[in-house]
């Protein structure tokens, strides 16, 4: 592994809707620490944002509308969070409404180059 990944939660990761997802995500963190790595010092080097979805689902109301709920990964220069995302679309007036919640932030330690 090119470097260590931390993970720190917030308040916020102890509501009981995430509860039960938190020991799911530190494994996906663990397993993908060297893509993790890889994308930070990406987005770092090129002063971008990227994002990448840890699990996720989509669903159709009654309506019509497109509720998309996911768990994802977001990259801001050198800051990594852990975002709860809920995201409807509804195509009739074209519109789409984001809820993000932040529930925890990643640190990269780097060794060597």
């Known amino acids: 592994m090119e470097g ?32 993790i790595h890889d994308i930070f010092h990406y987005v770092g080097d090129s002063e ?33 969070l852990i975002v709860y995302s809920e995201e409807t679309q509804d195509l009739e007036k074209s519109e789409v409404l984001r809820k993000v919640k932040y529930l925890g932030e990643l640190s990269m330690e780097c060794g060597e180059p």
């Open 4 to 35: 260590k990944i931390g993970l720190q939660w917030f308040d916020t990761a102890e509501d009981a809707m995430h509860k039960n997802n938190l020991n799911a995500i530190e494994e996906w963190v663990q397993a993908n620490a060297d893509n």
């Open 48 to 80: 971008i944002e990227a994002s990448k979805i840890i699990d996720g689902k989509q669903e159709k109301d009654a309506e019509g509308r497109i509720k998309i709920s996911s768990y994802e990964l977001y990259f801001f220069s050198n800051l990594m």
